[in-house]
């Protein structure tokens, strides 16, 4: 069975950092490609960035909204995701999904910048 | 980037109703088209993916239908557990894109 657990989310200050891991187990997790994707409160999801596998050079993609500010990174050897998230705006508050898209969604992390 | 024009926004049904979500895209996505489950307070659960495989575990009263650029969630009988909100992914193109959500509640 597929399970993905976030860790790593909290009350972070305008301005500041957070770093957020996700631990994967039940599937080869150095065969897939790999995603975070937020949801604000009452909103839709939203994908924030992907990261490839080791034979696509682990390249990334990311929303426009992060570009610049987050960095997706993986340590296949440990079976974890991490997104580095910098320079956190208040519109960046939202639980935060690690997902193998399309068919496995982690249960969340919630991420609250206020001051 | 591909937008994902999600209908109805929200309906009512009752218990053993037919219900039919559809998803259309602003472009061709070649059936990279997934369909999700959401629950207040819950994870996304993953429904259908590549437009019409239905995930592991997942009852078959739930059938996703289409290709191109316009897609279909189909659920044969409406049961309790099924009132919930449902959105489409497209995973062809970058940005990722969801459609904007389907509240299905009790009429």
Redesign the interface.
């Known amino acids: 069975e597929v399970q993905l657990v976030e860790s790593g989310g909290g009350l972070v200050q305008p301005g500041g950092s957070l770093r957020l891991s996700c631990a994967a187990s039940g599937f080869t997790f150095s065969d897939h490609y790999m995603?975070w994707?937020r949801q604000a409160p009452g909103k839709?999801?939203?994908?924030v960035a992907?990261i490839r596998k080791k034979v696509n050079s682990y390249t990334t993609?990311y929303?426009?909204s992060v570009k610049g500010r987050f960095t997706i990174s993986r340590h296949d050897s440990e079976n974890s995701l991490y997104l580095q998230m910098n320079s956190l705006k208040t519109e960046d508050t939202a639980v935060y999904?690690c997902v193998r898209?399309?068919?496995?969604?982690?249960?969340?992390t919630l991420v609250t910048v206020s001051s | 980037d591909i937008q994902m024009t999600q209908s109805p926004s929200s309906l009512s049904a009752s218990v053993g109703d037919r219900v039919t979500i559809t998803c259309r895209a602003s472009q061709g996505i070649n059936n990279y088209l997934a369909w999700f489950q959401q629950k207040p307070g819950k994870a996304p659960k993953s429904l259908i993916y590549a437009a019409s495989t239905l995930q592991s575990g997942v009852p078959s009263k739930f059938s996703g239908s289409g290709s191109g650029s316009d897609f279909t969630l189909t659920i044969s009988s409406l049961q309790p557990e099924d009132f919930a909100t449902y959105y489409c992914q497209q995973y062809n193109g970058y940005p990722l894109t969801f459609g904007g959500g389907t509240k299905v509640e009790v009429k």
């Open positions: 995603d994707v839709g999801p939203e994908w992907r993609e929303a426009a999904y898209t399309p068919d496995s969604w982690g249960q969340g």
